[in-house]
């Protein structure tokens, strides 16, 4: 079983830069999409990024279009999100997820997803 591992996270300032890294272990997940989610006390968990396996589809939230990035490197087994221009709208808790299936059009939503990482926490002052 697949087991996800989140890294990255930590205090910025606004306008601020973070790498997040979502490293896999277990097995592989070179036939996976991986998505990215964040969640803030009180809050549903809010769809940010997926990639799929081959990289041929990437979508983004709308409140994080322009600033984040994922990507990933199968030949390390990790998944990789990249936010650029952070805003204090942007503190939560980040997960990674991993998805064995190809509708991608359903990637938004969380049940979609069969394995989740822990989460590391961003957090963003102004």
């Known amino acids: 079983q697949v087991h996800l591992v989140e890294s990255g996270g930590g205090s910025v300032q606004a306008g601020g830069s973070l790498s997040l890294s979502c490293a896999a272990s277990g097995g592989s997940i070179d036939n996976d999409a991986v998505g990215w989610f964040r969640q803030t006390a009180g809050k549903e968990r809010e769809f940010v990024a997926v990639?799929?396996?081959?990289?041929?589809?990437?979508s983004y939230a709308d409140s994080v279009k322009g600033r984040a990035f994922i990507s990933r490197d199968n030949a390390r087994n990790t998944g990789y999100l990249q936010l650029n221009s952070l805003k204090s709208e942007d503190t939560a808790i980040y997960y990674c997820a991993v998805a064995t299936r190809r509708r991608y059009d359903l990637s938004q939503y969380p049940s979609w997803y069969a394995y989740w990482g822990q989460g590391t926490q961003v957090t963003v002052s102004s």
């Open positions: 990639i799929s396996r081959n990289g041929g589809y990437i």
